[in-house]
């Protein structure tokens, strides 16, 4: 059987700003019904890569199809199978919740009865009913975003771009944008989103490109990341740096690699409970001596970096 | 990577403009009742207070001289505002702009969807003022039905001036400028209170070259029943002008929002 074709497919795109490389000549494939993350940290052109996708910006070379569709030659069609959550909210604050709904299907030339359903249904799957006529200023940070992913699948868009959806949410809140994606990709919805949480991008995506300065340096699933990238299991130590430095020189064969912090240190290994007992025994005085699994965040760091990036 | 700048879909310019009137309908009572005042009080204070000392202007009495043009310059200052701080406020700080982009709506449509937009606004200004001036009993002839369309498109060309002049600001405080140094120069030297024929030659000829003019001319021919050959030049300058401006501003607004 055929691989299913790719919902969004680039080719060597590319985006300057003045000076600035935002996005540097990358590729990638997305199949349909999945979700797919880019990952990274600020300014790796996660953003610039999605504002493409959704025909906000031009790009200045390459091929970058949605739906089979050129992002250059038909932009209304590509937006039109698009729904659309930026980062930094963009509902229509003259509007309440509503009409920020019924407002937005007129760009999609819903009809007034179409438009209505479909209101109703998103402000019931995203728990908003008793919201419904309130002012959208009145809305707290959580249900902001809830009202926008709403607005976004008013067409019933089969890809669905979430530009770091969860940042700036309590806890509560993006666990419940997190379901609320889930039961959107079983419906069969592509989900693209960029975020620099790994735990949503464990919890979410089923592909990674992991992108630093313009380009994408990494792309698997996030199981196959954490296997290939650093060892299964992390051991973190604080303390003091004399005490830190000497466990490292007593133990250096026994361990993958390792990573120096300023105020604690990594050590990657195959099997982090003998290591872990080795250490106990050698009696140095730690404030804390902790066993873990890797994380993307491990594979993020490896791959990224730890200097600041901005 | 070829870049085709899409043409206009007026239907999406539309959806444009119907969001604004959806914003509108929730406070029209309250925003269109100054609409009514301003006209009032401006009869009373220039027509009637001024009027006391100048009898005729150009043989006609002076409230009746001045009121056409009044006319013609509260559609300047409605269509203005609304292309102006408004669409920038929507554009730079509400991010309402963001949003609809997202949609198949394209930077093209969006500019002439506020476009239309602001001629609306511009021409309920003028219907206001136009509907107290029927009551002050000038204008009852039928030629005055003329006014009408020019409500809107003296409307539109304002709509297309201000919005070219946000195109490329990248600050709100640059409006001052705006409005202080163009719109209030074409209120004052336009004709609308005095004949431009008693002025140096030179300010006539820039005054032929700016926008107010030709529409308080056309207006006060219509109210006056002076029907001229000259009146017919007066729309075509009007009519040219705002061609060349809309499909400069729709670029314009297409570079910025889409780069």
Redesign the interface.
Known sequence: MDKPQAIVQAEGLTKVYGQLTAVNSIDFQIEPGTCYGFLGPNGAGKTTVMRMI?????????ELLVNGLDV??N???V??G?G?V?Q????????NVV?NLL??A????LNREQASHRADELIEFFQLEEKRHENVRALSGGMKRRLQIA??LI?KPSILILDEPSTGLDPQARHHVWSKCHELIEQGVTLLLTTHYMDEAEQLCDQIAVMDRGIIIKEDSPWNLIKTEVSPQVIEIRGDAKHRNNILDNIRDKIDFHEALSDRLLLYTQDATSLHTQIQKMDIPLKMLLNRRSSLEDVFLKLTGRGLID | ????A?KV?L??AW?VW??NA??YK?TWKLNILPNFFEPFLYLLGMGIGLGAYINEMDGIPYIEYIAPGLLISSIMWGASLETTYNVFVKMNF?????????????PKDLAMGELLWGATRGAMYGGAFFSILLLFGMGHHWGILLIFPLLFIIGFMFATIGLLFTSFIKEIELFNYFFTLFLTPLFLFSGIFFPLNQLPEMVQIVAWFTPLYHGVELSRGIFNQLWDIGLLYHFIWILVVTALNTSIVLRSIHKRL??
């Open positions: 959704y025909c906000s910006t031009p790009p200045n070379a390459g250059t030659s932009m209304s069609a937006k039109r698009i659309v930026t930094d909210d963009s509902l229509d604050y003259d509007l009409n407002v937005y007129r760009y999609y030339d607005r976004a067409n | 990577m070829k870049q085709s899409p879909i239907k999406s959806r119907q969001r959806t914003v929730r509400d991010r309402i702009y963001d949003g609809i982009l997202s949609t198949p709506v394209n889409y780069r």
